[in-house]
């Protein structure tokens, strides 16, 4: 998971700075004007099995979904064959659903309610000194019945295209994971509107190619219902490859 502010080095301050700057305008990649996904769906891979990356009857993308692809840590340990792609943040995600770990593939689909009067922003800025800038927003009406505490989950994703080390469809491969966590829903009962913000650095693992990225999020009640989800998208002269956008 992404490590607290105070412990990021000297370099990275400039970078939060940005990312404050860009969030309540039209930032560099955000998913400003972007169609609400209806739907997360999640492939997990366990990194033991190079043969699931590229089998052929892996599971197409939904419609209007919000794609993740996940190398979940398999028994080889840094042996495995995805090893160099594997993510203790796979198993904590896993964790949260009750879901087994994986010998070999799993999926995992779940609507999004979209929530009456929830707006949630994700964006980002440029890759500096491997690091990313990100901020995440939601905006609530203060009245809502909701499960609180309320729970983000933002991912910093690589979009792959097809062909990608034999892979038969388009990936998003994650690489970095942050989870706000907000339960300010009692203090703050009294406003008519509950505006909620996070900016953080995401470190980059070594490999990743800075030009796919893109910033997927998506907030969740206590009960586990998700509530909305955003996608980031960046201008088209740094449009991520094809396979990168919600589809």
């Known amino acids: 998971m992404t490590q607290p502010l105070l412990r990021y080095p000297a370099i990275i301050w400039p970078l939060l700075l940005l990312t404050t700057s860009f969030a309540h305008g039209q930032s560099a990649c955000s998913s400003d ?5 209806t739907t997360l769906f999640e492939r997990f ?4 099995c190079e043969a699931c990356w590229r089998d052929p009857n892996t599971a197409a993308t939904p419609p209007k979904a919000l794609v993740l692809d996940w190398i979940v840590p398999g028994s080889q340990g840094e042996d495995a064959a995805l090893a160099a792609a594997a993510s203790s943040d796979a198993l904590a995600r896993l964790a949260s659903q009750q879901q087994p770990r994986p010998t070999t593939q799993s999926q995992h689909t779940q609507a999004v309610a979209s929530w009456p009067g929830i707006t949630l922003r994700v964006a980002h800025g440029p890759a500096v000194n491997n690091y990313v800038g990100m901020s995440v927003s939601l905006t609530l009406p203060a009245n809502s019945a909701l499960a609180w505490p309320l729970s983000g989950w933002v991912l910093l994703v690589e979009n792959l295209p097809t ?3 034999g892979s038969p469809l388009p990936r998003n491969l994650v690489r970095n994971v942050l989870q706000p966590l907000w339960d300010k829903g009692q203090a703050l009962s009294n406003q008519e509107n509950i505006s909620l913000e996070d900016f953080r650095a995401m470190s980059l693992p070594e490999g990743t190619k800075t030009n796919r990225l893109q910033l997927l999020g998506w907030v969740q009640d206590a009960q586990g219902q998700v509530l909305a989800a955003a996608s980031s998208l960046c201008p088209k002269e740094e449009t991520n490859e094809p396979g990168g956008q919600t589809r």
């Open 33 to 37: 004007d972007q169609p609400a996904p």
């Open 45 to 48: 891979i366990n990194a033991d």
């Open 163 to 165: 062909g990608t080390e």
